[in-house]
């Protein structure tokens, strides 16, 4: 696992290699798993990405509900807390914030050729981004339009920043059939 610290154009980390390998077959399966009937239909932002972006979003917590044990993707995200990251806290003051968190939320977007996600915030303190590569493509860099900002996303990394800067996810273009790249989307919120 390697940190990078980041403050051009904002503060941001990186964590390469964040999940072990074994981790990452059994967090695909879960994905693989997720269809239709899983989709939160009260969440309109998410639904609508099916048919405006070629995308799927599930809520991990709500398919789970109680049983978050049960996941795959859940406890591999709960890790995190073990890297003790507010200690990087002068290397990038918004992991600050992260001890001050009282509740996550998580998604999973599974991204097809032509698929893309309009600019958008997450409404939360900090989001960490998982990108899973499963195919050859390309596009789908994460945009940050305010400063025209890609930062370099490699598979199985995690992306921590502020979910106020506005950001997308460029166009995928593949000549693959089916899903190319998973994305997880931890969000984490303090006082909801």
């Not at 059994?26 to 639904?47: V, Y």
């Not at 509900?65 to 049960?70: A, E, K, M, T």
């Not at 999973?108 to 939360?124: E, W």
């Not at 590569?133 to 990394?157: A, D, I, M, R, V």
């Amino acid at each position: 696992m390697i940190i990078q610290h980041l403050k051009y154009p904002f503060y941001h980390t990186i964590i390469f290699n964040y999940f072990e390998k074994s981790e990452i077959s059994k967090i695909i399966e879960e994905i693989d798993r997720l269809s239709d009937q899983n989709l939160d239909f009260n969440d309109t932002h998410h639904n609508q990405l099916k048919t405006k972006s070629a995308s799927e979003s599930f809520n991990i917590d709500s398919i789970y509900g109680g049983h978050r044990q049960d996941s795959q993707i859940l406890f591999s995200l709960s890790k995190v807390g073990d890297l003790k990251l507010e200690q990087h806290v002068e290397k990038n003051p918004l992991l600050g914030y992260l001890p001050l968190t009282n509740a996550d939320i998580t998604y999973v977007q599974k991204y097809k050729n032509g698929s893309h996600y309009p600019p958008h915030i997450d409404g939360s303190v900090l989001t960490f981004l998982y990108p899973i590569h499963l195919q050859n493509f390309s596009g789908g860099e994460l945009l940050f339009t305010k400063y025209g900002y890609k930062p370099h996303l490699e598979h199985n990394c995690v992306l921590i920043f502020p979910s106020y800067q506005i950001h997308k996810l460029c166009e995928i273009q593949s000549n693959n059939e089916g899903y190319v790249r998973y994305s997880i989307n931890q969000r984490f919120y303090i006082g909801l």
